[in-house]
């Protein structure tokens, strides 16, 4: 260990590299590199936010007050778009740059000129979709989802959302071949797969998940490009072609895309909970064959999107048998990770209470997954607010909720600083109070009637709408919290020691100093 | 003591839940008026205590470790990594739970899907931002009319007080006699749309150029609202859908009204 030590330090006089912006556009750096995936995310995470509170505001009461119908629209499809692809995403990809050649004893990503290049796509392909609000026509509307021929009827706006969706994609591929070639190549010595952290082992999977379907959605989006400008008629009835066609692809790329945007945090939730509960991780190998069938059955149960879309009975029954069956690799996790609290020696730092947190709501978010499964049900609730509940419990509690507790985790290993722990806690009970206020009373309206995407609403659903909009308001001030307590950590934060949490195992804690070095594992440590 | 006050909790909170169903519609589907609306109600009241269950079992556990397993309370870490058995069970148990949970519900598709032999059938069009309807076959056959928001422009700008039916009232009711198997043919003339109608416990796209099918039968005569569910412009939020269902010999007199009231125009434009 000592001699890791002294080579990293023996190192650090060919840390030389361009300094100011330069070193940011020219870096190489996997740590560089992540830190800018990180910034920008939640840079767009704002973004999605400010949007998010547009909807709020105009629902907090009916009729119209604020945002047009057609403006409404417009926020709701960017607000989806801008936090899947720009905020969500690409934070998962920070934290696979971080992360993911530490715990593997690797120097850096496997291509890292590439590297460099697909983070640099993504400023451009955000201009694109926030700068579209200010084309003539608007920005795209039709729902994060784009169905034609609504898509096909919009104007210059849904263009630039193609264009950029092109972009995020090409970045996505490269990202993700880059990840599959450093696990693959670049482990330590003794490091085998079944040794790997999981969460390495959830990027691994989410990785070739991404190679599958970013293809298919950018073929989908061309498909749309052509149709829309150059007479085709892929989706189109009149010219032979189908407008359910486009969801059957779109899904197809949709649905392992929520499991793209949910296994790194099954990953960051499975280091977490093991170091805070000072045991080892239960069942591990069961949590990386779950992983793996949660991946592969994502792609068999696209059309449970498509129940009222009209399929035959027995497309019907698949769809729905398969869909149910996810929940059991997913109950396996949450078992697995009861069961490696259960007589632990459990201490509850800001990690740990995002980590628990993300238990309890996702596994909410997950009952009504299996609920939303059953094609009857489904048949109310689909397209109604029931179903945007459904899918923040498992987006915003889920995702979102494992970054957090991913980015206290590591942070002190990040900057060699530690974040202020009471702060972190009030941002942790604000989130969760706000969040469940926001989005648990979306479930009474769904089922009650109110259908999604309306900018307004009948007066029975007036008084759930606005305690949702008073949550969702307290949720996106507490979320300036967060960002207080990061900058405040990196600028003035106490000194981290080299293993802040006593649990930690993995190969960051236990083998590299606090801060991490510009340049870690040269030379690759030895894993017994 | 101890059982007893967790006898008294239980209790407590299956009279909540239960009061709880009782307020009706505030936190549940709409008061079901069909066969189908019937069954997704129930199936969804049973997969709540499924779910309850399974959530109190997880949780309790899980609750119980974070109150006594802590670092602070002094507790030392156990060392076990893996059981086979354990997990095997707990692979197996939400297997057999799923299928308890399918069983029903696939009866029910079959049920949904089965559109034969209708006592009469309507085909709705879904237009940028209104629906038509076309009575095809039974009573009340050739009856056609365009079916559009009723709410004054006043109430969405909030320069009139809002109405009870706010955004839910139309010009043209879809009216249906009673007890009488219903087939709804959708299709659209411009981009998706959905006809959704909660109590009747159906929902279908509308889609352009293609034909979909429905049905229902309505328990009750009443009025049952519904809104259009697939995102269709600027204006989806404004063009619900209101069914009528009227006792046979009403509904007899009302395509009457309808046929006689469909020769004055026709002869009112030959005139012209």
Partial sequence: ?528 | MRSKSAVTLAGVSALALYSSMAVGSKYNFPEPQSVIAKDIYDQHIMLMWICLVIFIGVFGVMFYSLLKHRKSLGYKAANFHHSTTVEIIWTVIPCLILVAMAWPATKTVIAMKDTSSPDMTIKATGYQWMWGYDYLQGEGEGISFFSKLSTPRAQIENKAPKGENYLLEVDNHVVVPVGKKVRVILTANDVLHAWWVPALGIKQDAIPGFIRDTWFTADKPGIYRGQCAELCGKDHGYMPIVVEVMEAGEYSKWVAAQKASAVKTSMHVENK
């Fill in chain 1, 1 to 528: 260990m000592a001699a890791v030590h002294g080579d990293a330090h023996g190192h650090e006089h060919d840390d030389h590299h361009p300094s100011g912006i330069m070193r940011w556009i020219t870096t190489t750096n996997h740590k560089d590199i992540g830190t800018m995936y990180l910034w920008f995310s939640f840079a767009m995470f704002l973004v999605g936010g400010t949007l998010a509170m547009g909807i709020r505001a105009e629902l907090y009461q009916p009729g119209i007050q604020i945002l047009e119908p057609e403006l409404f629209n417009q926020f709701t499809t960017l607000h989806g778009l801008i936090m899947v692809f720009g905020a969500i995403m690409p934070a998962f990809v920070g934290f696979a740059n971080w992360q993911v050649p530490m715990m593997i004893g690797a120097p850096d990503m496997a291509f890292a000129r590439m590297n460099n290049w697909s983070f640099w796509l993504l400023p451009v392909a955000a201009t694109l979709l926030v700068g579209s609000f200010f084309v003539p026509g608007g920005a795209a509307a039709g729902g994060w989802t784009f169905y034609p021929p609504l898509s096909t009827q919009g104007g210059l706006g849904v263009d630039l959302m193609i264009f950029s969706v092109h972009i995020l994609g090409a970045s996505s591929i490269m990202g993700s071949i880059n990840i599959i070639t450093t696990i693959l190549n670049m482990r330590a010595p003794g490091m085998t797969m079944m040794k790997m952290p999981l969460f390495v082992w959830t990027w691994l999977i989410t990785a070739y998940l991404l190679v599958l379907v970013m293809p298919v959605l950018a073929g989908v989006v061309t498909m749309l490009l052509t149709d829309r400008h150059f007479g085709t008629s892929f989706f189109n009835a009149a010219g032979g072609g189908d407008p359910v066609m486009f969801q059957h692809i779109f899904w197809f790329f949709g649905h392992p895309e929520v499991y793209i945007m949910i296994l790194p945090s099954f990953g960051i939730v499975s280091e977490v909970i093991p170091t805070f509960s000072r045991k080892p991780l239960f069942g591990y190998s069961s949590m990386v064959y779950a992983t793996a069938s949660i991946a592969i059955l994502s792609c068999v149960v696209w059309a449970h999107h498509m129940f009222t879309a009209g399929m035959p009975t027995v497309g019907q029954l698949f769809f729905m048998y398969a869909t149910m069956l996810i929940a059991v690799p997913t109950g396996v996790k949450v078992f697995n990770w009861t069961a490696t609290m259960w007589r632990g020696s459990m201490s509850f730092e800001t990690p740990m209470l995002f980590s628990i947190g993300f238990i309890f709501l996702f596994v909410i978010g997950g009952f009504s997954g299996v609920i939303c499964a059953i094609v009857p049900i489904d048949i109310q609730v689909q397209d109604t607010y029931y179903v945007i509940a459904h899918f923040h419990y498992v987006l915003v509690s889920g995702s979102l909720f494992a970054l957090f507790a991913g980015a206290y985790y590591w942070i002190p290993k990040w900057t060699g600083r530690m974040y202020n722990e009471t702060l972190g806690k009030w941002h942790f009970w604000l989130s969760m109070f706000f969040f469940n206020m926001t989005f648990f009373v979306q479930h009474f309206l769904g089922l009650a009637g109110m259908p999604r995407r309306i900018p307004d609403y009948n007066l029975q659903f007036a008084d759930f709408n606005m305690i949702s909009s008073l949550g969702a308001f307290g949720f996106g001030l507490t979320q300036l919290l967060f960002l207080y307590i990061m900058i405040n950590c990196i600028r003035s934060g106490d000194k981290a020691p080299q293993k802040p949490w006593d649990g930690a195992t993995t190969l960051e804690w236990t083998h590299l100093p606090t801060p991490a070095p510009y340049h870690s594992f040269e030379k690759p440590p030895i894993v017994k």
